[in-house]
DNA sequence: GATAAGGGTTCCAGTTGCTGGAAGGTCAAG
DNA sequence: CTTGACCTTCCAGCAACTGGAACCCTTATC
């Protein structure tokens, strides 16, 4: 299979494939033409990138849960481990937007929106305390 | 003031700081050594961008907002539109990482953790679906 | 006057995870 | 034989800093 191949099946970019053999991710062969070959393991493990990456992993977490996943003899949890320490930074992220948003939520719905200079989103900035 | 009044006062790392001059979004004076000066006006315009910052607000909106910031003739609804824009942002941010959260933690409860190789989650990651 | 500590300066490189573009080789069809 | 769609590599850039090297300036002490 050639790469085009391979990103309509897995949806990445042959870019970004490209990406991920260049950081070691995947080895794919080489063809006497100096084309990438990818065969249906490559697929499954360029997928399975895919999919990691849509659950927010980064690469380095990548490349441990690929390494676990062709490791038969792996434990479960440590599989679970990352998977924990990932939720872990995926809760701290929500937990910081949530308050981002109630106090831009709080700014916005006191600025009047007119045409008036009159700012209690720029008062909070300049000041550092809402005008309420 | 040196640069690491400013820094002390405004919380900004020196770099920060000497980042924003580069890239514009702030103009100190020089002293005869070269040294950056700021004056109480720069030191509110980092004070405000931190702030800024802090809420979420991308370098282009806190150029954009402290723009509007220094014109006493602006709109507020203007502002507004800004802070409506990157609320919309964020929402979507979170949304994100919920759906994540939610298939992340479906997965991890059905994980044993134990010294087993057999694991849902890297199950899920290979055939993109949940084995439970 | 020498020196050492603690400022300050610039510039270059690296971070994360790609993405765009240029310049060029390859391949299959008409 | 040429056209067009592939493929290749390499270089640059995105956001928003951060670290480090190499060097200058200031102040205090001996």
Tied chains: 1, 2.
Excluded: W
């Excluded at 050639?2 to 970019?13: E, Q, Y």
């Excluded at 991710?25 to 065969?39: C, E, K, T, V």
């Excluded at 360029?46 to 927010?56: D, K, M, N, Q, V």
């Excluded at 390494?67 to 701290?92: C, N, P, T």
């Amino acid at each position: 299979m050639n790469i085009s191949d391979v990103a309509r099946k897995t949806g990445l970019p042959p870019k970004t494939i490209r990406y991920y053999e260049e950081i070691g991710l995947i080895q794919p062969d080489r063809g006497a033409n100096g084309y990438r070959l990818f065969s249906e393991t490559h697929l499954h493990q360029l997928a399975f990138i895919g999919r990691a990456r849509a659950l927010g992993f980064s690469i380095e977490d990548c490349r441990t849960l690929l390494s676990l996943y062709g490791d038969k003899s792996r434990a479960s949890a440590d599989v679970k481990q990352v998977a924990l320490e990932h939720l872990d930074e995926i809760d701290a992220k929500i937990a910081q937007l949530q308050q981002m948003r109630t106090t831009l939520q709080h700014l916005i719905t006191s600025c009047a929106g007119d045409t008036r200079p009159d700012c209690p989103i720029l008062n909070d900035l300049a000041q550092g305390q809402a005008s309420s």
